[in-house]
């Protein structure tokens, strides 16, 4: 056990030996799967903001019915009875006009507009929860309601919504891609990186299988270089995340206040850093074991 992990620590000593001895090579290489890996992780981390951003949104399907303005509170609690009594709806709630004006003063920087209109503008509502999510049976519905007595405007308000989750699981599905795309590139970069050093190191390779060494003696410190590479490209890709999120919320911000919101794109939990870092490691890894297994079967 003691001799197997000392010809680990020597393997890492010659991976630190070997980068150090080609600075600007590693720092290029680094540079490049930094590069490389930012971008699939910045739209991850996007993502994430977006996510983060309509979380106050229902994709449940959902249908506000909003009365006309010169309708009763009797006429209300009539339609009320009625949409009760509708299979098709799973729930349903009354925001009087009220209650609407209310939450419309406390919206950031609506309060003067509405003191200024002298009246309360918003008829009564009802938001009606649907049991079929199904767009076509919820606009069938929407088109009967439209019909029903006293009813101004029917509106399905989890439309957009709905088409944002589309929308964000074909980003995902783009970023994944991206990543399966720039991961074959990053193994086929550490690939060649590893074939020059094996080359450099061709005769004392070869000295080495001659005098009994094995084949994971001869991997193994480049194992390490590849892993190392990797991590490195991984931190890189971090730094840039960082930098670049950093940069964008000074715009983020102005926006985010001008609707009274605070909101900022967060950096990457630590999780997901940490998978990032070790994705990259893989990659080098793999670049290692494909081109050092490539070396030992041509010779």
Do not use: C
């Amino acid at each position: 056990m003691r001799a197997w992990l000392r010809q680990h620590r020597q393997a890492l000593a010659a991976a630190f030996g070997k980068i150090g001895a080609q600075k600007a090579a590693a720092a290029l290489n680094a540079l490049v799967i930094g590069i490389a890996l930012s971008l699939p992780a910045g739209g991850y981390a996007l993502l994430g903001g977006l996510r983060a951003a309509t979380a106050g949104a229902a994709l449940e399907p959902q249908l506000s019915l909003f009365l006309r303005a010169d309708a009763t509170r009797a006429d209300a609690e009539a339609l009320g009875a009625r949409l009760k009594g509708d299979a098709r709806l799973r729930g349903l709630r009354f925001v009087p006009r009220e209650q609407a004006l209310k939450e419309l003063q406390s919206s950031e920087g609506l309060a003067e507009v509405v003191a200024a209109l002298g009246r309360n503008p918003l008829p009564d509502a009802f938001v009606l929860r649907p049991i079929s999510p199904d767009p076509t049976a919820i606009e069938a519905l929407a088109e009967e309601l439209r019909a029903l007595p006293r009813v101004a405007h029917v509106q399905a308000d989890s439309a957009w919504a709905r088409r944002l989750g589309a929308l964000a699981g074909t980003a995902r599905l783009a970023i994944a891609l991206l990543a399966a795309l720039l991961a074959f590139g990053l193994v086929a970069i550490t690939f060649n990186t590893i074939r020059l050093q094996i080359l450099t190191q061709r005769a004392e390779i070869e000295i080495s299988k001659l005098i009994g060494a094995t084949d994971a003696f001869i991997r193994r410190p480049f194992f390490y270089l590849g892993a190392l590479q990797g991590l490195a490209g991984g931190l890189v890709a971090l730094a840039i995340l960082w930098g670049s999120l950093t940069a964008l919320n000074v715009g983020v911000a102005d926006l985010a206040a001008s609707y009274g919101s605070d909101f900022r794109l967060a950096f990457l939990a630590p999780g997901d850093a940490l998978a990032v870092l070790l994705f990259s490691v893989g990659l080098g890894w793999l670049g290692a074991y494909l081109s050092v297994s490539k070396y030992l079967l041509e010779i």
